[in-house]
């Protein structure tokens, strides 16, 4: 098994130290991962040497990062294997990409009489975009249970059958179960019913190759930040005949073709859905990153990960008074979530915090799915290609230090009897 330890060296935060010294453990990849040098040398290299707007000067610096922004997206492109370049859409992240999809497409489509199919282990950024535009239109939302933290492909079956959706909207790999779904075989069943298929990379796209043609869903997203990229930009993949068919979301400069008193004229794709000034020196970061990320190789990242999430949830199991929240097999991801029988979640984070190592606490923005755990929070280990077998061990070690601290005492139970 290959180790990409080497690639520690490659993110200068790594090598900080936190809490009364203590070497940083930074396992809350799933909220937002570290950058290499690669990224962040791209972005001040972009404004300290050819930074200009785009798409709109003539002049030399305007020319120069128009070829670098759209360069860009040709890379992004290649990293998903789009069809077409100007079926990337660049967003604010992945909560602007589908928030777009639901007041270009969803506006356009979806009517009173319609449903919109969604999982119970979604974000939030797939859940309350659907809520607000269903309250203007009037359509209902369905939400696929789980069953032993996983949704069954017969159970996607049924429920397609069922409820003929217009939309059947997924998470491809959860924020919290550490689980991913046949994204491919889901999206021909709901093909076959005639739905359009959103899905939701947010998890995916930093962890395994990403082919959204292999795919075949209609609309994909992800955020620029969880695949060591900037913040504030994300990408919204469109089949192209859809996006040519959809009406623009925002409106203002760089997305017409022509403007009169009487109205305006939408540009072609790209353009059309990327209103106002865009991310010029994030979307040089996030060429960077996406090639950072194909030089190490998204298989080897993939298999790293897992390998390490294994190790801890392997290790938490072991723990008296510990609960991992998520399947014990399956098609897993770099990510474990567990709860402590005798502390909270968030004095669980703070005390890991105090060790140095950084976790994430509370509802993981998955309200819907912690309801349906019967649970209110949980702690999220999530690893990544830069993480260690040492800090998986730490995890697991501090963990059961911590639940040793928070469990009564004999004596303790004793008195409350
Ligand atoms: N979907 C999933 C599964 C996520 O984990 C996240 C981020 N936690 C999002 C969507 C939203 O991403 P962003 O905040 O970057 O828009």
Redesign the pocket.
Known sequence: MPTLNHCRDDFPILKRSVHNGAPLAFLDN??STQRPRSVIQSMSECYENYYANVHRGIHTLSEESTERYEGSRKSVAKFINAKHDHEVIYTA????AINTVARSWGAQNLSSTDTVLLTIAE?H??IVPWQQLAAEIGFKIEFLPLDDFQIETEVVQEALASFQPKLFAF?AAS?VLGTSVPVAQWTALAHQQGSTVLV?A??AAPHQPLDVQAWDADFVVF?G??VCGPTGI?VLHGKERLLEEMPPFLGGGGMINRVTTEGFKAAALPDKFEAGTPPIAEAIGLQAAVEYLNEIGLTAIEEHEKKLAKQAEHGLRQIEGVRVIGPQSGEKTGIVSFVLSHAHAHDVAHSLSERGIAVRAGHH?TMPLHHALGLTATTRASFYLYNTTEEAETLVQSVADIQRKFAPTGRRRRRRR
């Open positions: 799933a909220a992240g992945a909560t602007a974000h950024a797939n998470t924020n939701d947010a998890q955020s930040h969880k994300g923005c």
